[in-house]
C-alpha cells in the first residue's frame, strides 16, 4: 500500500514536470478594483490539463479563483479564451501588478509550474 501511494505521487510529479502553460494575454474589468479576470493560457507542455489556479496579486492582496476547463485541454490546445474566462476573484484586488496562473492535471494543482505576467490590461 505504501508503495503504490509513493508510484502515485512519483506519476503526478512526473506529469507535471512534462506540464508547462504559457499565458498569451490577461486582462481584468477594472484596473482600480479587479473583481474578474480573463486569460488566453496556452497549454504548450505533454499532458492534458483541467483547470487552472489564477491568483491575482498586488502589493498587499492575494486573489485566487480556481477555474475548471469545461474538458481536459490537450497539449497544444487553448485552456481558456476572453469570451469564457471570465471568472470572479474574491475579495476583490486593487491595482493588480501580478498575475500567476498554476496548471491543474488529474493528479492535482502543478504548483512548480506557474507561468506569471505585470502586463494586465483592461478587459
Known sequence: ES???????LSGQLDCLSTTIEIKSACVDNIA???????????MGDTSISGLTIRVLNADDVSSVEYTAPSPVPPLGRVLSKSDGNKALNPTIANPT????????S???????????TNIKVC
Do not use: H, M, W
Open 3 to 9: 508503495l503504490e501511494s509513493t508510484e502515485e505521487k
Open 33 to 43: 478594483t479587479a473583481a474578474n479576470v480573463q486569460l488566453n493560457v496556452d497549454n
Open 98 to 105: 501580478r498575475i500567476e496562473v498554476y496548471p491543474v492535471i
Open 107 to 117: 493528479s492535482g494543482v502543478c504548483k512548480d509550474n506557474v507561468d506569471f505576467t
